[in-house]
């Protein structure tokens, strides 16, 4: 039903997001192309794990539907990068902000040119 959906947004999403962090100048834009990086990757694994018409893991009596399962460990997974992306965005930006407060600056032209 799905189809090749989900992996032609993950490809978008990685595209967008790779000129957006390799042509970017400024840092915050810098910081959104990776966390659209980041959403692909996450995209990409729930893609991964569907199965069409499969049942929840909950039950543990599912009957002739056990091959119809649909496993836990894609879901858990993504659940765990997506705390792990948040802090990594939260650094990133953090890091962001104290380069702003030293170089007065988000242009990454600027602060090259400014290293000495």
Do not use: C, W
């Not at 993950?10 to 990776?34: D, E, T, Y």
């Not at 009596?61 to 460990?73: E, I, K, N, R, S």
């Not at 902000?97 to 090259?112: C, K, S």
């Amino acid at each position: 039903m799905i189809g090749n959906l989900p992996y032609f947004a993950v490809a978008a999403l990685v595209i967008f997001g790779l000129f957006g962090a390799i042509f970017g100048r400024n840092l915050v834009k810098i910081a959104v192309a990776v966390s659209l990086v980041e959403a692909a990757t996450n995209l990409f694994i729930i893609a991964l794990g569907y199965r069409n018409g499969g049942s929840i893991p909950v039950f543990t009596q599912a009957g002739g539907y056990a091959d119809y399962m649909v496993l836990p460990t894609p879901q858990a997974l993504t659940l765990t990068a997506i705390v792990i992306g948040m802090a990594t965005t939260a650094l990133l930006l953090s890091l962001i902000m104290l380069l702003y407060r030293h170089y007065g600056t988000l242009d990454v032209r600027e602060i090259r040119r400014l290293r000495g």
